[in-house]
């Protein structure tokens, strides 16, 4: 089978446990996906499951779209993704992989896209201290500093940490437990909180730190 699937982020809550502890969890809506291509090393020279999550109307959707699923019978989808795999898989093109997939899977691994926080300062985006709040600093405290040398190197490294662009960036959070999985309503959730906004699209995989 897949070794991951695909799935919306609703949001977070707390689940009370039989000891009366609290657990603040995210509920994650994840599958049914379909499985829209098995590719493996002789023709693509990797071993990967696609997977498509929500139908999309055929009307949004490209001819490009319509025809790579037409071959699995199934609707344009949302959200395509693809999780690969250490060898051949059993699964079939055109199967459904639901959340009985993490029944007996104590942790997984949640791949998201981070919340957009637009363009921030350098305390805000790399915890930076900032300059001293003492004398003789005049309105340069939340400034980074010096950032490279005169006369040697005379430049600026590439990579240097300052302001910019902060979040919608891929974000992988690893190991979360899996607290509670319910087949009916396709829903799983897991201890801790989710990278992205609520409605954002995640991938949820075997977490291979155990």
């Given at each position: 089978m897949a070794l991951g699937l695909l799935g919306r982020k609703v949001g977070m809550t707390q689940i009370y446990q039989e000891n009366g502890t609290a657990v603040p969890v995210?509920?994650?809506?994840?599958?049914?996906?379909?499985?829209?291509?098995?590719?493996?090393?002789?023709?693509?020279?990797?071993?990967?499951?696609?997977?498509?999550?929500?139908?999309?109307?055929?009307?949004?959707?490209?001819?490009?779209?319509?025809?790579?699923?037409?071959?699995?019978?199934?609707?344009?989808?949302?959200?395509?993704?693809?999780f690969r795999v250490a060898g051949p898989v059993e699964t079939k093109e055109g199967e459904t992989v639901t959340v009985a997939l993490f029944k007996d899977v104590p942790a997984v691994d949640i791949i998201g896209t981070s919340k957009g926080k637009g363009t921030a300062g350098v305390i805000k985006r790399h915890r930076f201290h900032g300059l001293p709040a003492s004398h003789g600093?005049?309105?340069?405290?939340?400034?980074?500093?010096?950032?490279?040398?005169?006369?040697?190197?005379?430049?600026?490294?590439?990579?240097?940490?300052?302001?910019?662009r902060m979040g919608a960036a891929r974000s992988t959070v690893r190991n979360l437990k899996v607290v509670k999985i319910d087949p009916e309503q396709n829903l799983i959730l897991v201890r801790g909180p989710v990278p992205g906004p609520s409605g954002g699209f995640v991938m949820i995989r075997r977490t291979n730190k155990l």
């Open positions: 995210t509920v994650i809506e994840a599958g049914p996906c379909t499985v829209l291509q098995v590719r493996n090393r002789e023709r693509d020279g990797y071993d990967a499951v696609q997977l498509g999550f929500l139908d999309k109307p055929r009307r949004l959707a490209t001819k490009a779209e319509r025809g790579h699923v037409s071959r699995v019978n199934a609707e344009p989808k949302r959200f395509v993704r693809e600093v005049k309105r340069k405290h939340r400034s980074p500093g010096s950032v490279g040398g005169s006369a040697d190197p005379a430049r600026v490294f590439k990579g240097t940490r300052m302001a910019g």
